[in-house]
């Protein structure tokens, strides 16, 4: 089974290392690291990933992972990641977005009239762009799963696990990533912050149209 | 304020990019990834990450963050890392491990009768190394701060910045990340997953000791 983990520059690395981790090592999977030349990628805090493939040379995938960004705009106007979705996307048993990278698959035409999720303040932007636009942390629809923003991408991938094989690996995972979360705040979500943090943010992650 | 994110073969990424996109982001820090030589370093999934300086070059670090391994013990036996935060450690404002991290810590002397966590699966290795072993998912003591396995690493950094920034900015980079974990299944810990799984888990994960 090929996955393929999309890098572009300026992404977000925990949108698409959560999956991974838990996606990964799984038995039987081939994880390939897919951008637009063989060039490392540099992301949006510094980490340096380096390519395994080209979209070019990756004709199809099993599992297909597309991360977003604090900047989403700029790979949105760039088009590489939305043409390859254009290719892949059909022969894909499962393509699945976490945070900003819902709209890099609403720009494919994946979304068009179809329940999904993302970041909190980037709802409006992904409706615009022609997705049923959900509130929800996970969201399926068919063999397309959406993640919230940046840390739901490891609930999005439980989710899928469990999918594909069963309950049982699904916890195995869980529970070899000892992923028992205790967040020293309750602020992860635009209901649960305080309103002042929650306007900021939403001011620095938005893009332009809000 | 520089940020030390340690890289050797192997290393479990999810460890090390939780507590980097938390950190990663703050205003003032710049982020190195440090690793014995200049060439990229495979993680145990696949993952390809290129450091930007080395052991040798790098003499001081604000902040360290070590990550763990499934196969930690290589990089114990290894040595390259401990001798690396026997260097550092004692000009460091914070040092700080994720997962099996914690066992490079302790080799390095740093958790000599000191509070520590760890992977849940190594509790009783990381005892022999010499620290005062803790269930709790993130344990702070002094300067000192440890995380318990993979994805604790968001706990740890989110206590972090708290402590270095404020409760603000803490709930700020929470509601940024989306961290309001919903995960699909209870089985996060040893005390909430089935027991066949644990047994399972314990053995892959333990090492030759237990």
Known sequence: MD??????????????IGPYEV???QEGVTAHFVAATPDPVTCDAGLVITPTVTFDELDRADIIVVP???VWEAALADGAVAAWLRKVHPT????????????LLAAAGILDGRPATTHWAVRDRLAELGAVVSTDRVVRDGSVVTGAGVSAGIDMALTLVGLIWGDDRAMFTQLGIEYDPRPPYDAGSPETAPGELVTLARSLLSGSAT
Do not use: E, I, N, R
């Open 3 to 16: 996955l393929a983990f999309v890098l572009y520059p300026k992404m977000t690395a925990l949108d698409l």
């Open 23 to 25: 996606l990964g090592h």
């Open 92 to 103: 894909a048993t499962w393509t699945t977005s976490v945070c900003t990278g819902s709209t």
């Open 68 to 70: 977003g960004s604090g």
